[in-house]
């Protein structure tokens, strides 16, 4: 079946460094890939996606690529902000299949500090 | 902005009981679903729900669950007779298309089972 592997967190940061979170994933067929973030008191909200190989999804400064050779959806950003400090789930989903449901990894917690 | 709303944000609940959780989705989407995640583990899908029926519904969901949509607005979760593993945080989310992969989701209500 389908699934997705994040890197364990949490990750703890200084302001204005490099992020980078990994994520691989498996899957049957040709999934989309997507980041969620979770800020403190919120729900998920989608951060960035993209549907095909060698797409770059990108949002609020962070970026990720969908690699088909190596699986991965790895989340970068150049500069961390305090603000961005939140949990941040992987997922997939084989949207030619129709209403398929979003497989998630298990989430990173980030902590960005001044 | 539109959001999705939940509640109760946090129940605690005695095994054995019934517990409903409730959602109020976005109000023109279609597309239905609740998740949920138990401590340090994954997001994990539960059922998706489209057109007053179950449309997809994962191994977790099994006849101690329930969803229903009683009056064009709420979406429920019940749990019939719940158990100490059910304990977990639980999301809902809604869509406009079941072929975009971008859900949006409410802050999640936590259960508590004691």
């Known amino acids: 079946g389908n699934s997705v592997t994040q890197m364990e967190g949490p990750v703890t940061l200084s302001e204005e460094a490099f992020l980078t979170i990994n994520c691989t994933y498996t899957?049957?067929?040709?999934?989309?890939l997507f980041w969620y973030v979770q800020y403190p008191g919120e729900g998920l909200q989608l951060l960035l996606k993209a549907t095909k190989a060698d797409d770059k999804g990108s949002n609020k400064g962070f970026e990720a690529t969908y690699r088909k050779e190596t699986t991965s959806f790895h989340l970068e950003k150049g500069s961390v902000q305090v603000s961005d400090s939140a949990v941040y789930f992987c997922a997939l989903s084989e949207i030619d299949s129709g209403n398929t449901p979003l497989v998630f990894g298990k989430g990173t917690r980030l902590s960005v500090i001044a | 902005e539109p959001e999705v709303t939940q509640t109760p944000s946090h129940q605690v609940t005695q095994m054995g009981q019934e517990v409903i959780l409730r959602c109020v989705p976005i109000?023109?989407?279609?597309?239905f679903y609740w998740y949920r995640q138990i401590l340090g583990q994954k997001v994990e899908f539960l059922v998706s729900f489209y057109n007053n029926e179950i449309s997809e519904k994962s191994e977790i969901f099994d006849d101690q669950f329930s969803v229903e949509r009683p009056d064009g607005s709420n979406f429920t979760l019940k749990i019939r007779s719940t158990k100490l593993e059910d304990s977990a945080m639980y999301f809902c989310?809604?869509?406009?298309?079941?072929?975009?992969?971008?859900?949006?989701f409410g802050e999640g209500s936590r259960l508590t089972v004691l």
């Open positions: 109000s023109n989407h279609l597309y």
């Open positions: 899957a049957t067929g040709y999934p989309s």
């Open positions: 989310a809604s869509s406009e298309s079941g072929s975009t992969g971008e859900l949006f």
